[in-house]
Nanobody, 124 residues
Framework: QVQLVESGGGLAQPGGSLRLSCAAS????????MSWARQAPGKGLEWVSG????????SYEDSVKGRFTISRDNAKNTVYLQMNSLKPEDTALYYC?????????????????WGQGTQVTVSS
């Protein structure tokens, strides 16, 4: 069965960095887009970043452009999210998700499997 396991969350100071990882299994990883989404306290699930199956294209939600970088290693079945210049408003539970196809759509509705999430807290 499909499994997505996130790791790498934690506490960071404003301006700091964290690197999230998501290990995937149970499907042919290289055939599907992957994305990261987040849910802040009291708010809905928000798509953050996506990467095509062949790594050619990446996309980002406006508030994280220039600060976050998504990447994937198809040999390791893993997708990453490098988060730099973190802000308190980045505090959220971060999820990785498997796409319905090789194209990374910028909406949570184009993903069919989700991990359990990893908590990111940005605070001084």
């Amino acid at each position: 069965q499909v499994q997505l396991v996130e790791s790498g969350g934690g506490l960071a100071q404003p301006g700091g960095s964290l690197r999230l990882s998501c290990a995937a299994s149970g499907f042919t990883f290289s055939n599907y887009a992957m994305s990261w989404a987040r849910q802040a306290p009291g708010k809905g699930l928000e798509w953050v970043s996506g990467i095509y199956s062949d790594t050619r294209y990446t996309s980002y939600e406006d508030s994280v452009k220039g600060r976050f970088t998504i990447s994937r290693d198809n040999a390791k079945n893993t997708v990453y999210l490098q988060m730099n210049s973190l802000k308190p408003e980045d505090t959220a539970l971060y999820y990785c998700a498997k796409g319905l196809s090789g194209t990374a759509r910028p909406t949570i509705h184009e993903y069919d499997y989700w991990g359990q999430g990893t908590q990111v807290t940005v605070s001084s």
